[in-house]
């Protein structure tokens, strides 16, 4: 008996502690301080580090300054613990699944395929994918001459991204001996397409910018209908109940991307020009 009871204590506390590490926005409202851990996918200029080794990037940004709004509107008092993922799929994973993780920062592509794994935040970003290859190639106008434009190269996509969709698509519809690779970051993508000619793909807008302002890489955009705007949002997992705290910071009054410190975190870490065409309107 006595070891019954023994094993029912231990299955208690071992539950008691596992909810109290669920960092939930309920309790930081009750008690006016709290936790908040920040899944992030490192991706310049989203979140990175830079030379100085600090965490920075749009994301971080706005983080940051959700955390302040949350102790000038609400007085609560947030210490942020972040923790980095150098590859997208296990990044996402980790929201979808990891309950103690209260929001997820990693340029996620809003879709109502993953809005039945995960919740999204109000969208902070406006984006564009956009196909490139070397610098060589000649370019590509009509997505229905990409068979006999490329042949021969091999897709490179980040696993898991919208990009990985819209290759798919292109596979099935136009170039079905199509070879696909993928890979973990934005990153390698754009390392393997500019190290040769053997490479395409489909980058973001803001990633192929910064890697043309960082590196000045050897790359080419082919300007093809049938890849619309997105938007990039925060995500969170399904039991969360962060969203509703970050969708009022975002949203109340005008909303935060009508405010002047909005528009600066966007010109900081990507230029005034970029910043006109990813900019979420009010």
Not at 18 to 38: C, R
Not at 138 to 145: G, H, I, K, P
């Amino acid at each position: 008996m006595r070891k019954i009871l023994y094993l029912c204590a231990i299955i208690l506390f071992s539950t008691i502690a596992a909810n109290a590490q669920v960092e939930t926005y309920a309790n930081a409202w009750s008690s006016k301080k709290g936790n908040l851990t920040v899944a992030y996918f490192n991706n310049y200029p989203y979140a990175y580090s830079n030379d100085k080794g600090e965490l920075t990037g749009i994301e971080i940004d706005l983080i940051k300054a959700f955390s302040e709004w949350l102790y000038n509107k609400k007085g609560i008092d947030l210490t942020i613990k972040y923790e980095a993922y150098d590859d997208f799929a296990k990044f996402y994973e980790n929201v979808k699944n990891k309950k103690t993780t209260s929001i997820g920062a990693g340029s996620v592509t809003v879709s109502s395929d993953r809005a039945r794994d995960i919740k999204f935040s109000s969208p902070y970003l406006k984006n564009k994918p956009i196909l490139i290859s070397g610098v060589s190639r000649l370019s590509l106008t009509d997505v229905r001459s990409i068979s006999k434009e490329f042949a021969g190269l091999t897709a490179v996509i980040v696993k898991n991204s919208n990009h990985e969709k819209l290759i798919s698509q292109i596979k099935e519809n136009y170039f079905p001996e199509l070879k696909i690779e993928l890979v973990e970051s934005p990153q390698i993508v754009i390392e393997k397409i500019s190290s040769g000619e053997k490479y395409f793909g489909y980058v973001d807008l803001i990633t192929y910018w910064a890697s043309l302002q960082k590196d000045s890489k050897p790359l080419k955009m082919h300007r093809i209908p049938g890849a619309n705007s997105e938007n990039f949002a925060f995500i969170f997992n399904k039991n969360s109940d962060w969203q509703s705290a970050f969708n009022e910071f975002f949203d109340s009054g005008l909303g935060f991307p009508s405010t002047d410190e909005y528009k600066e975190i966007l010109r900081k870490h990507v230029g005034s020009d970029i910043t006109n065409a990813v900019a979420i309107g009010y």
